[in-house]
């Protein structure tokens, strides 16, 4: 079993920054990636971002390319988002995923989820 547990999401004006965290712990030893998505209101889980444990590879949904970035602090099991120049289509509950396999931006490649953290953006 693995947690995952996010946090850092807030209210934030259009044009603004937040950074969520999300802390993994658990049998973690064979992790290939920690992803993020989010879902809005009456939509589908939306892939957000993804990072490979080993080497750092990550890959971003078009929406996001150039505002947000994933990082991953290995020593730490712990990932992070910084969201940059958020619009308010950005607003969603975040959740932050983990897989032990390859992983891209299907939902169903990852193994295990958090609860998630509201992001609200104001225009």
């Known amino acids: 079993q693995v947690q995952l547990v996010e946090s850092g999401g807030g209210l934030v004006q259009a044009g603004g920054s937040l950074r969520l965290s999300c802390a993994a712990s658990g049998r973690t030893f064979s992790t290939y990636a920690m992803g993020w998505f989010r879902q809005s209101s009456g939509k589908e889980r939306e892939f957000v971002a993804r990072i490979t444990l080993t080497g750092g590879s990550t890959y971003y949904a078009d929406s996001v390319k150039g505002r947000f970035t994933i990082s991953r602090d290995n020593a730490k099991n712990t990932v992070y988002l910084q969201m940059n120049s958020l619009k308010p289509e950005d607003t969603a509950v975040y959740y932050c995923?983990?897989?032990?396999?390859?992983?891209?931006?299907?939902?169903?490649?990852?193994?295990?989820w958090g609860q998630g953290t509201q992001v609200t953006v104001s225009s």
């Open positions: 995923a983990w897989a032990r396999g390859f992983s891209g931006s299907e939902p169903r490649e990852y193994d295990y």
